[in-house]
């Protein structure tokens, strides 16, 4: 069963940081475009980075390149999303995603086309 567990998050303070965690435990790790998306109330899904576990090419939203940084321990299965020099407008839920074979150029950035998704996580940020 595939399935793609997420853990991090939680309230922090403006100008803090926080590390999302997505663990794929479930199923191989080769060829995996990795997407981290968030979701503010009242808005629409935004795609903010992605990462191919095949070479490790990574592409960022402009709202958070500079600032967070996705990477991926492929023997571990699980992909990060460190955030730093967090700001009240990063206040979301946040999710990962998983597709394949294709790297992150196939899927969109609404979260088109990738076949599973985590559970979402709180990220919180005051002012």
């Known amino acids: 069963d595939v399935q793609l567990v997420q853990s991090g998050g939680g309230l922090v303070q403006a100008g803090g940081s926080l590390r999302l965690s997505c663990a794929s435990p479930?199923?191989?790790?080769?060829?995996?475009?990795i997407g981290w998306f968030r979701q503010a109330p009242g808005k629409e899904r935004e795609g903010i980075s992605c990462i191919y576990t095949n070479d490790g090419s990574a592409v960022y939203a402009d709202s958070v390149k500079g600032r967070f940084t996705i990477s991926s321990d492929n023997a571990k299965k699980t992909v990060y999303l460190q955030m730093n020099s967090l700001k009240p407008e990063d206040t979301a839920v946040y999710y990962c995603?998983?597709?394949?074979?294709?790297?992150?150029?196939?899927?969109?950035?609404?979260?088109?086309?990738?076949?599973?998704w985590g559970q979402g996580t709180q990220v919180t940020v005051s002012s």
């Open positions: 479930g199923f191989t790790f080769d060829d995996y475009a």
């Open positions: 995603a998983a597709g394949t074979p294709l790297g992150c150029s196939a899927y969109g950035s609404d979260g088109l086309g990738y076949d599973y």
